[in-house]
């Protein structure tokens, strides 16, 4: 089966997924989207109300933010991966427990290893400790680092950017640096270890 069959049924599964107490809270499950070979993969920590209503990852004010900074490095969403940590909106903007993201990481790790994206990008917090357990995004932010098997480069979530013109700042002086970290060889950044992505990852390294 090729590659963007198994990535649609890996899709299909989780629209129906039962595996964690959140099925029974939401409305859709937000699977993610973007083709098998997307260059870049954004990863969010999970649903937000919106997103809960459409099944449409990053839509409304962060979508839009997303979108404008794509723009900015001539990027279209349809040439991206993106989705979440957790596919299942928290209920009244939890955060997510751990049994929820343990019951639904094998997910996003099946997800990834299809569509091979040569750069990761978690956004915010939730999303860079999934990718780098030991880093704080404050830190670690704008800075390329393999893990995992990927290369992985922490940005502020876009919607906190939206609560802090200081923030979108950051964010837009680390988008900027994208195409850079694209063009460069991955060998010339530093492993870190204690990734929670599962061992049996392609490895691009
Ligand atoms: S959050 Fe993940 S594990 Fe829980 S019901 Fe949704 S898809 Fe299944």
């Not at 427990?97 to 790790?109: F, G, I, K, P, Q």
């Not at 357990?133 to 950017?161: C, N, T």
């Amino acid at each position: 089966m090729k590659s963007q069959d198994l990535l649609d049924q890996i899709n299909a599964q989780i629209n129906k997924c039962s595996g964690c107490r959140l099925c029974k809270v939401r409305i859709k499950a937000v699977p993610g989207e973007g083709p098998v070979g997307s260059l870049l993969a954004f990863v969010g920590e999970a649903p937000g109300a919106n997103e809960d209503r459409s099944g449409t990852p990053f839509c409304g004010r962060a979508g839009d933010l997303l979108d404008r900074l794509l723009i900015m490095i001539g990027v279209k969403r349809s040439q991206i991966w993106v989705g979440n940590v957790l596919k299942c909106r928290p209920p009244e903007n939890r955060g997510p427990m751990v049994d929820e993201v343990r019951a639904c990481r094998t997910y996003l790790e099946k997800q990834l290893e299809l569509i091979g994206p040569r750069l990761v990008i978690p956004l915010g917090k939730f999303a860079t400790d999934h990718f780098i357990p030991e880093a704080r995004i404050s830190q670690v932010k704008g800075i390329p680092v393999r893990s995992g098997g990927f290369l992985i480069y922490p940005v502020y979530h876009p919607a906190a950017a939206l609560r802090s013109s200081a923030v979108l700042a950051e964010l837009e002086k680390d988008f900027k640096k994208i195409p850079a970290v694209l063009s460069a060889d991955p060998h010339q950044f530093p492993i870190v270890g204690g990734s929670k992505i599962s061992e049996n990852q392609v490895s691009l390294f």
